[in-house]
C-alpha cells in the first residue's frame, strides 16, 4: 500500500493541541482512563520529564546526502521508526477509535498493535489492514482459550505476537477509582451527566453502540451481564506470566514474539533465553507501579549490555518527533506511543489517525533533517546526554 501524504491540521501541530481538544471533546470519566496513571502519578510524570533530559548534538557541516527515516523491523521495512501501542477500550474514547487508527497505521506504513480487550475483534482489523497488524496478548487461565486466539491470529496471518507481561495485578488508579470507573465501566448518574456535557460522543457512541471487548465476546456466555464482565475478565486470564508460560507459547507461535513491559535485566535475560524476537521496555503509561523508574531510563540502563543481542523498542512519554529520536539515540531500535495516538482520535475523530501520524512523522524528519542524520541508525551518535 501506498504512503499517505504528510497532511496534518495545522490547527493541531502538537500532542499538547490534541490533549486539550481531546478534554474538550470526551466526557471526564473517558478522558480520565486515558490520561490516568496509577496512585500519585509520579510515574506518569517521569515518563514525559526524564525525556527532557536527553540532550542531541547536530553536525551542520555533514554532507546533506537526504534523509530516509525508514527501518527495517522484522522483515519489514517501516515508514518511520514508530509505531501504536495496544490500548484496552479504545472504543470508550472514541466510537471505532481501533479501526481509525489501524487503518491510518497501515497508510503511513506503520505498525499498530490491538490489544487483547480492545473493543474491534480481530477479524476486524485483520480485516480492514489487510492482516498487518501486530496483536497483544493477556495471558488467558485456559489453554483452550489461549490455543483459539492463536488459531485466530495465524488464519489472519498476523507476523507478530506481543506478549504483556507487566500486569501482575490492576494498577490502583486513583482517578479511575473516583469516576466510578472499572473492569466492567459503569454507566452510574455521574457518568451520564458527563456524557450529556459531551453531545457529540453521546451521539457517535449511540449511533455506533456500547463499545464490547469484541475479540472476547465469543468466550462469554451469551447472558452475561455488566456486572459479571469483571468476573470473567478476573477468571479468564492469568495476570500473571512466567517464563513457563512463555515457553510455551513461543513453543506454540510460529511468528515472532515480543514481550512487552520489559524493565530489568532479569527479565530480558530472560526474554533472550526463551528466544523472544524483541522486548518493549515499558512500564504500561505508568499505570501499574509509581515506584518505578521512567521507561526511558530503563531503556537507558539495559542497552549498554543488551541493544546488541536483543531487540529493545520502548514506550511511555513519547510526546513528540524529537521524542522518537531522543529514544532512538539511547539505544532504542524502535518506538511506540499510547495516549498521543487516543488524543488525537478523541480530538478529530475519524481524522485524528492520519492527523496524528502525519504530525510524527513530520515531526521527526523535521528532527532528523536538523540533526544531519541520514537514517535512524546514525542517531546514537548525535547523544550528548542523558542527564540534565
Ligand atoms: C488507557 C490505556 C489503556 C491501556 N491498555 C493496554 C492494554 O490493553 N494492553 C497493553 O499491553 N497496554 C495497555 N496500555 C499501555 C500502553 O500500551 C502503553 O504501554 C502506554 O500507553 C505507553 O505510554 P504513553 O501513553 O505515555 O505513550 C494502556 C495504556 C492506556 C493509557
Known sequence: MKSAHLNYNPLFPSVGDLKKRAKKRIPKFAFDYLEGGCNDEINLGKNEKDFHQITLMPQYLKKYIGVDTSIKLFDHVYDAPFGVSPIGLQGLMWPNAPEILAKAAVAHNIPFILSTVSTSSIEHIADVTDGRFWFQLYHPAKSAMCDDILDRLEAVNCPVLVVLVDVPSFGFR????????????????????????????????????????????????????????????????DKRVDADRIAAIRDRWKGKLVLKGIVSS??????????????IVSNHGGRQIDACESSIRSLINLSENYSEKMTMMLDGGIRSGPDVARALACGAKFTFMGRPFMYGVSALGKSGGIHTISMFKAQFKQAMEQLCCATPNELPGTLISTKS
Do not use: C
Request: glycine letters at 8%.
Open 174 to 237: 486513583y482517578r479511575e477509582i473516583k469516576v466510578g470507573l472499572s473492569m466492567p465501566p459503569k454507566m452510574n448518574i455521574n457518568n451520564i451527566f458527563q456524557a450529556a456535557l459531551r453531545p457529540g460522543w453521546s451521539f457517535e457512541t449511540l449511533r455506533n453502540g456500547i463499545p464490547e471487548f469484541a475479540t472476547l465476546k465469543k468466550y462469554m456466555d451469551k447472558k452475561l451481564d455488566m456486572s459479571q464482565l469483571g468476573q470473567f475478565m478476573n477468571n479468564s486470564f
Open 266 to 279: 532479569h527479565d530480558i535475560e530472560k526474554a533472550i533465553a526463551l528466544g523472544a524476537d524483541g522486548v
